[in-house]
Every structure is written in C-alpha cells, then in structure tokens.
C-alpha cells in the first residue's frame, strides 16, 4: 500500500486488494487512487469506476458526498477534505528578492563600466608617488597647495561608486514594486473567480480555491474548469480540452460515455454537474505547474542530464530552443512572469529610439576619450618634451583614469536608461489609476494601444444597455398586447403552457430573487433573457419555483442547449401518459419558422402556413423590433407514447411545433452611453455595434446611443448579407471586398462569432486608409473569445463575461460599462503623451551635457560637468523627470485630437522644435559662462585647472546653471503640443510639484555643502540669484519658441518611428501567412507546455506500467511515436517564440528525464 501512496502511476487491476486497504481519514479513497484515476479517459476511465466504485454514485459515497445534495457545509468536515486531498491552489513561483533586483539592476554595463572606473580611481589615488621626484613628471601635482586636498583625491571615486549605488537602489526598487503591484493584480484576478457548488442542497458561489475533493459542481457553458471532477450528469456537454492535449475539436462528455473533466478546459456547450475528484497540485493542471516549476538550478541540472538521457525529448523541445534560444531564456528570467503579446507599437519605438541614441553617445564618448589622452600625451611629451619616468606611471595613469572617468560619464549621460523606467513607471501608474475606472489591466502594454485605437466593435447586451432585460409586450391567444396583459384576460390553459414553457425549458440556474435592499428592484441571477421570461411569469401572478420543483432537473429526458449556431434552445420532459413533451424558446424568426400551428385565443390549436408567418413578422414582430425589442418565440410540441422519436435528429424532433406566445423583450440603454459615444467620434474613433439581434431592434438601439445619426451615410447590415458581401464565388474571404464594405459599416446584425472575428481581422489587415486601423473588442460569451484575442485590445466583462473571454481578454471592464472603454482610451493617450513629455525633457539635457563635457573636454582638457556632478543630473533628469512627468493625470482634452498612429514618430516636429530651440539657449549661456564667466563674475578661472585641485566657484556657477535650466525646463516639457500655458494643472499631480521642489532643496544642499565629493564651492547669494535668473530665462524662452510655427520649419526630422516596412521581423512576416498570429500563439504557447508536459508524464506512466507487465512493449513505444508526431505538427503550427507561463517558471525539459516515478 505505501508503494502505492508514493507512485500515483501504479495501476490497480485487483479490486479487491483496494477494498481492504485502510484508507485515511475514513475516506474510501486515497489521493493517489484519485489521481491515478484521473490519468485514464474515456471507455478506460468508465471501466475503472465500474470496477473500483460500481458506478459515480458510488464514488461520491467513498468521497462522503451526496450526489444532488452535495458536501455539508460544515467547517471541520472541508477542512480535513484539504488536509487529505490538498487545497485547490497553485502556489506561484517565487518572486524575485530585492536582492536579486539590485544585483540584476547592477549588471547593466553602463553602470559596470563606471564602477571599475571609480575603482581604478580609488585605488590610484591611494598612491602617492615619492615627493622629490614630482618635478621631474611637470605639473601634475602642481597647484595643490594644500596636503589634505591632495589627500581628498579618493573622494570622487567613493562620490561615482555612491551615485551608482544610488541608480542601482532606485531601480530595483521600481521594478520590486512593479512586481508586487503585478502580483497583486493576479491574485486579484484569481480572487474573484468564483465557481458554483452545491453544498447542503443549495447553490452557492464558492472562490475557485475553496472548493474541495467531494464538491459538486454546476458547470456551465463558459466556464473554466477549476479542478479535476467525474461528470455524473450532463445536457450535451462539449469541452474545448485544447489546453491539455492540443486537440481543437471539442470533445463531448457524458457520464455513460467519457466522464472525465478536468481541470484548466473550457466548456464550450450544455451544462452539467461533477463530483471533485482532484484540486490543486494534484489535478492535471496541478501536475503540469508542478512539474513546470521545479526550481531553476535542478531544471538545468536537469537540462543537461536530459539531453544526455534521452535523444527524444531533445527532439521534442527543438521548437522551443529555435531562433532565439539562449537568449530567450536570458530574457525570460529578467521578465519573470509579465505575461506579454508581442512588444507593443510603443516599446519598439522606444527600443529603436534608446539604442540609437547609445550608440551616438558611445561614439562621443570615445572620441571624448581619445581627443583628452591624445591632447595630453602630445602636450607632456612633445611639447614639453618630457621623458616617461617609471616612478611618474601613476601620476600618468590618473591622468588617463580621469579622462576615461570624463568620457565614461558622457556615455551615462547620453543613454537614456530612464526611458524604460518612464514607460514602466506610466504605465504601472496607469494601471493602478484605472482600477478606479473599473478597468483590470491584464496586460500592461494594452494599456497604451488603446491609446491609438481608431475603432470599437461593441457587443450591444450589457455593454450599450443595462443588461436588466425585461418584457414589455406580448403577442397571447391572438393578441397583441403592449403592456402586461391580466392574467383574467389569458385562457388558463395557455398561462399554463406558457408557466411550464419557461420554467422549465431555461437554465435551473436562472432565477429571480427577492432584492437586497427595500424598494430595490430583484436581483436577476443567471441569464438575463431567461429572467425576463421569469419575471413575466411573476408579472402575470404565477411562479416558476413549484413548477421546478415538481419537475426536478435530473427528471429532464433530454435538453438541447442553448448555443450560437442554434440561437435556441429546447427541453423535452416525459409526460404521465408515457408520451413526450418538448418545449422550445428561441429568436422568433428562426423559431416560427418551425411552427406549423399557433393557439388561438380559446386555448385551441390553429394552422400556421407560410403566409400567415409573414403576416405575423410585419404587424407583430417587425413594430416590436422598431421598438427596439428583442422577440423571442415560446412554443411547444407532443409526442405520442407509441413511438419514441431519435432524438439525435435535432432538425427533426425541434420541428412541426406550436407557438404559445411572442414577447418583445427591452434592454433599455445605459444613460450614460450616448455621451461616451460622442466622445469617442469626436476623438476620432468609430464605434461600431455587433450584436445577436436582429437588424430593427440593432438599429433602433444604435440610433438611441448615437452610433448612426439620420443623414449619414452609413450600413447596417446582417450577418448572412456581411458574408454575402465579402466572400467571392467558392466562399472565401477576399479582402478587397471586405474593405468595401468596413468603412461604412456601423451596425452589424444577426451576426455569429465567425461574422465577428471576420470584421475584426479583416479592420485590422485593411491597407486602404494611409493608418493600419487600431482595432478595440468587447465581448462577454465564449464564442467571443477569437475576436478578443485577435483584436490589439480585446475588453472582456467582469459580470457578465465568461471564464473564457476573460482568459482571452487584456482588459477587463469590472463594471460592464461602455463609458470604461472611453476612461480607457483616455489613459492610453495619456501613457504616450507623459513618455513624449519626458522624451522632449530627457533629449534636451542629454543633447546639452554631451556637447558641454565633449567640447569642454576637447578645449579645456577637464569637462565641465564632473563625474559626479552628471550622475545627479543624470538622476534628476531621468529617474525624477520620469517620475515627475509620467504621472500627469489624463485631462478631457486628450479625448478632442484624432489618434496617433502606429507609425506615427514619437518625436513630432514641434517637440524636436521645442528640444533643439532649448538647448540652443543652454548651450549659449553654458559657454558663455564658461570662456567669460569669469570675468562676469569676477572670480578666478577654472579652466584647466591640474589634479585635484579644489573645486572652483567658476564651475560651480555653471554645474548650478545647468541645473536650474534643468527644472525650469521640466516644467516646459509638461506641454508638447506647442501650448501656451506650461502651468496649467500643475497642481493636479502633487508628484511633480514635490520632485520639483525636493530636487530644488538637494541642489542647494549640494551646492553650498557638496563641497569636494560634487566638486562644488559654496555660492553667495548673487550668484544664486543669476543661477536662477537664468533658469528662470527658460520659460520665457519657452514662449518664444511656442512663437515659431512648426510648419516653417520644414528642415526638421522627426524621430522614433516604429519599425519599418523592412525591418518586418520574420516573426511578422510568417504571422502573414499563417492565420495563427501572436495572440494565438500565446494561447498556444501554454498548450504546447502544457501536453508537452502531459506526453511526457503519460509516457513515463506507460514506460513504468509496460516494465511492471514486462509485456507488450511495442505498444508503448508505438504510441510514443505517434504521439512525438502529433505533438510536431502541433509545435510546427505554431512554435512559440516566448514561453512565458504566469505561474511556473518556463523549462526547457518539462518533466522528468529518468523513469522513476513522478513525485
């Protein structure tokens, strides 16, 4: 028994042996029997249960649970169940210590490059080389008539190493808190799903990580597993098991033929209930994770062994490895667990703009260096003409150090590693603000691509309207009713055909319950067209809970869920006499369409030919629908006792019916749509509405939100007209037409998820507007999961939506509100326009100090700008400017310009007006001050002034120049549409302010007691007051160059386009021409982890059992094959170009190489 509790590979083909194993806890299975369990499928799976248990109910008798009762909700009770059976939660990689940080902010090389020099510096000045000789090396020492100055040479040194320890400190921390805002949003998005139980007799809705072994669980079209279960009942139920085994076709499920569920797939049809048979590490899901997450250094401990091991799996994780191998993982362990589309249009102009930028500051900086060593040594030796002394080689190389420190320091001061920081910083900044907007940012870069977009395809239902469906007319017994009729006024027979109709033929999980509040309305749970149909019932005095009960869900002979193919759905209940009875509710036009008679107003059955449905549609329907009224059709059908119809036939069976009734069901819209929808046009962003509907109610609707004005030149069409209009001859797409019919398209009716995910790609392949469209989707159903994941920024519901179009959604509307997308769009422009600010900042001070210290350093031999001087303003200018100017709050004028667009520079005409016309006016004064300075100020030069002597005045005024230009100019930057008011809502962002200020503060304390360390002289209070003239001259400068119009300067370049045409990656290129592109390779990408994982597991298990057989060994190995073969044309599909699993950390060996037993 204990080889069975470590192995949960062994099989058990002796029964009996099971029954007289004690089994822990008084439980009548143990873990590692369910686990094994759960490793079979189908026919085998049954066979097992039959064998081991009898039969479901049968195990859920060992597991203590009753099978329409559930678990009782008592506390000790679940809490053994986790002790036993484990707890429904994957504990989540580690995450990075602040330590980890600092060392990995360390390794950049700008920073390393520093640290060696200041090391090199500290060391040398350590040395003093013997004082007779010093003549004999010029004037080296000269000038440094105080001992303990010459003393103080160790000072700079320890002043670099401290500012990189400060550089160091400050990003570690940015990216700690990054992370833990990170983490904090996934446990969010993790806490509030919740599933639905039974405990006790009573549903209720239990967080996913409470459920236990034993449960049972409603599953329900839409929803993602949480946890390994048997079926013990189902409604046609298919699952997407994709994540799992690859396999796209849905697998259906039913407890007589395949009744394993299991964890991390999707239920794409019918309902069901399950009993839990495994959570946590031990269902499917759990194993894989588990496996994933190993540990780093076993996993490349592991890697090697692999490869050595076992030449298949090599073999199976090529596709990983391809292309960018080493450096992927590299680059995965840096972005730990940022689940990422690809780079989006922002980074990688930033990526281009940053590396462009380094590399001209690489080149001044050697040339920096050169020009400084060549000038010295031609000066020492050649002029002078001096000889190398050996004793004089360190005064030398402190030289040569310091000349490297210089050209070192216009390196850090031309990268710009505060770009990144200032995308980082907005965009965490964005995130936080927009959860207050109701908006749950799942991935960071959606944030600002929604920024851009030029058009919104919107669900009508819960989106544009209030999602409270309910009916306000009725077509009963030949009459057309426009308010609730009394129920005196109905033939008791059809109320009670209609009671029945509804009650039974919706989900038991819809209903109505009483409000919350006194004089709130009741709370609608479940569907929402199914309550209004409930509340019509409790509208016309009757209930629908005594029906149910009479007629309880198990007793249901069969049901046909509703989907979106079918837009109905029917349930057939065995009558007393032995015959059958069908109801049926569904769109009206598709449903009457099957009716062959309707009832009178006495109760009696009529004809219904062709030509009386018409008549029906253009005096009942077609009004109802202008109306703006849903129409749903209720009708009914017999069959007799003699014989049983084949119920598979669906066409067949769901024909020849009786229509009882026609309601017109309103969804009244949200008041504050037509508003947002305004916005949006005026900010250059078509909304367009797609809708299930039919054509008059989708118009009606979209004319009440403003989405089509009278006088426009617009199209509403329906789906089967859409396709009729896009899809040449043999059916297929053609993009020329599609781009026909897109830009005029406001309202799309009657459309499948097919129509929508079409109109989506076909917007976003479009080339014939001179900007690739930005496409935004909100959806809330499961089929609306391929839109969502094709779209730039796919917006899921948070109350309405289903597992699965979260799952495939980058933003989550946590209020179901239209007006969010709107706050959204507002946020994304802001996240650009706050990186713009900072660029136009940041590229200003890098243009000024890299002139000032390459000049200074060619024409004065010494730069005026110390080492330690460019790192403080490399710190304000980058870290505080980023800090400062990307958290300006979004105003309401970001919403009254068209959108950028994709390829649309970072850097316009005006900012590169702005940058340039600046650092004109900083340069001038800088040389001013420094070639005649001195005699402005009356104090001594400090122009090439020797080693160590102490810091001027003279360089002082101009470092503090400098600064106070800086942060005058900080404020300019705050504008970057060539505004006049550079102070408007400056005191809505008390950040900037208090960076503004602090940094003012910290410059006064380094200027009056940096002393040596910052190489300053205290100031007096005039020469305060010029430093601050001076800066103060910025703003006025400021307004002059806003004088300038752009147009004139037609010589200016913009700068920071996105990557060019031929600069496609292959990855772009090959995403042309396979449909499977980034959003669906991501989604891919878990897949093929996850039964990578699986194959491996499950050939272990066969490896192990054919060796305790000993017999038909081929087999396994036959099966390996065809699945290494299966699992190729998957990976061929799509191979993954990162592999980035939230939760575990990606491996390049998932699994375990030997054949022992899996843990």
Known sequence: MGDMVNSSIEFHPKPQQQREAPHVGGFGCTLAELRSLMELRGAEALQKIQEAYGDVSGLCRRLKTSPTEGLADNANDLEKRRQ????????????????????????????????????????????????????????????????????????????????????????????????????????????????????????????????????????????????????????????????????????????????????????????????????????????????????????????????????????????????????????????????????????????????????????????????????????????????????????????????????????????????????????????????????????????????????????????????????????????????????????????????????????????????????????????????????????????????????????????????????????????????????????????????????????????????????????????????????????????SAIQEPDWDNENEVVGDLTCIAVVGIEDPVRPEVPEAIRKCQRAGITVRMVTGDNINTARAIAAKCGIIQPGEDFLCLEGKEFNRRIRNEKGEIEQERLDKVWPKLRVLARSSPTDKHTLVKGIIDSTTGEQRQVVAVTGDGTNDGPALKKADVGFAMGIAGTDVAKEASDIILTDDNF?????????????????????????????????????????????????????????????????????????????????????????????????????????????????VGELFFDIDSGRNAPLHSPPSEHYTIIFNTFVMMQLFNEINARKIHGERNVFDGIFSNPIFCSIVLGTFGIQIVIVQFGGKPFSCSPLSAEQWLWCLFVGVGELVWGQVIATIPTSQLKCLKEAGHGPGKDEMTDEELAEGEEEIDHAERELRRGQILWFRGLNRIQTQMEVVSTFKRSGSFQGAVRRRSSVLSQLHDVTNLSTPTHVTLSAAKPTSAAGNPGGESIP
């Not at 969010?820 to 422009?829: D, L």
Request: charged share 20%.
């Open 84 to 639: 036993i059976y484990g707890q429904n939660f994957i504990p989540p990689k580690q995450p990075k210590t602040f330590l980890q940080l600092v060392w990995e902010a360390l390794q950049d090389v700008t920073l390393i490059i520093l640290e060696v020099a200041a090391i090199v510096s500290l060391g040398l000045s350590f040395y003093v080389p013997p004082g007779e000789e010093s003549e004999a090396c010029g004037n080296v020492s000269g000038g440094a008539e105080d001992e303990g100055e010459a003393e103080a040479g160790w000072i700079e040194g320890a002043a670099i190493l401290l500012s990189v320890i400060c550089v160091v400190l400050v990003t570690a921390f940015n990216d700690w808190s990054k992370e833990k805002q990170f983490r904090g949003l996934q446990s969010r998005i993790e806490q509030e799903q919740k599933f639905t139980v039974i405990r006790n007799g009573q549903l209720l809705q239990v967080p996913v990580a409470a459920l236990v072994v034993g449960d049972i669980a409603q599953v329900k079209y839409g929803d993602l597993l949480p946890a390994d279960g048997v079926l013990i009942q189902g409604n046609d139920l298919k699952i997407d098991e994709s994540s799992l085994t690859g396999e796209s076709d849905h697998v259906r499920k039913s407890a007589d033929k395949d009744p394993m569920l299991l964890s991390g797939t999707h239920v794409m049809e019918g309902s069901g209930r399950m009993v839990i048979t495994a959570v946590g590490v031990n269902s499917q899901t759990g194993i894989i994770f588990t496996l994933l997450g190993a540990g780093g250094e076993e996993e490349e401990k592991k890697d090697k062994k692999a490869k050595k091991q076992d030449g298949a799996v090599a073999m199976e994780m090529q596709p990983l490895k391809s292309a960018e191998g080493g450096e992927m993982e590299e680059r995965e362990k840096k972005k730990a667990n940022v689940p990422k589309k690809e780079k989006s249009v922002l980074q990688g102009k930033l990526t281009k703009l940053a590396v462009q930028i380094g590399k001209a500051g690489l080149v001044m900086s050697a040339i920096t260096v050169i020009i400084l060593v060549l000038y010295f040594v031609i000066e020492t030796f050649v002029v002078d003409g001096r000889v190398w002394l050996a004793e004089c080689t360190p005064v030398y190389v402190q030289y040569f150090v310091k000349f490297f420190i210089i050209g070192v320091t216009v390196l850090v001061v031309a990268v710009p590693e505060g770009l990144p920081l200032a995308v980082t910083i907005s965009l965490a900044y964005s995130v936080k603000k927009m959860m207050k907007d109701n908006n749950l940012v799942r991935h960071l870069d959606a944030c600002e691509t929604m920024g851009n977009a030029t058009a919104i395809c919107s669900d009508k239902t819960g989106t544009l309207t209030t999602n409270r469906m309910t009916v306000v007319q009725s077509y009963l017994g030949d009459t057309h009713y426009k308010e609730i009729p009394a129920p005196s006024a109905l033939t008791p027979k059809i109320l009670d055909l209609l009671v029945h109709a509804i009650s039974i033929n919706s989900a038991y999980t819809t209903k109505i319950l009483p409000p919350e509040k006194e004089g709130a309305l009741p709370r609608q749970v479940g569907n929402k067209t199914e309550c209004a149909l409930l509340g019509f019932i409790l509208d016309l005095k009757r209930d629908f809970q005594p029906v149910r009960e009479q007629i309880p869900e198990d007793k249901l002979y069969k049901v046909y869920t509703f989907n979106s193919v079918r837009k109905s759905m029917s349930t057939v209940i065995r009558m007393p006499d032995g015959g059958f009875r069908l109801f049926s509710k569904g769109a009206s036009e598709i449903l009457l369409k099957k009716c062959t008679n309707i009832l009178n107003s006495n109760g009696e059955l009529r004809g219904f030919r062709p030509r009386d449905r018409d008549d029906m549609v253009k005096k009942i329907i077609e009004p109802m629908a202008c109306d703006g009224l849903r129409t749903i059709c209720i009708a009914y059908r017999d069959f």
């Open 819 to 931: 007006t969010s997308i709107v706050k959204a769009v507002m946020w994304g422009r802001n996240v650009y326009d706050s990186i713009s600010k900072f660029l136009q900042f940041q590229l200003t001070v890098n243009v000024v100090a890299v002139i000032v210290a390459f000049t200074g350093a060619c024409i004065t031999q010494d730069s005026p700008l110390k080492a330690v001087q460019m790192l403080w303003v490399n710190l304000i200018m980058d870290t505080f400017a980023s800090l400062a100017l990307a958290t300006e709050p979004p105003t309401e004028s970001l919403l009254l310009r068209k959108p950028y667009g994709r390829d649309k520079p970072l850097i316009s005409r005006t900012m590169m007006k702005n940058i340039l016309g600046h650092a004109v006016y900083q340069l001038t004064i800088i040389f001013t001050l420094l070639f």
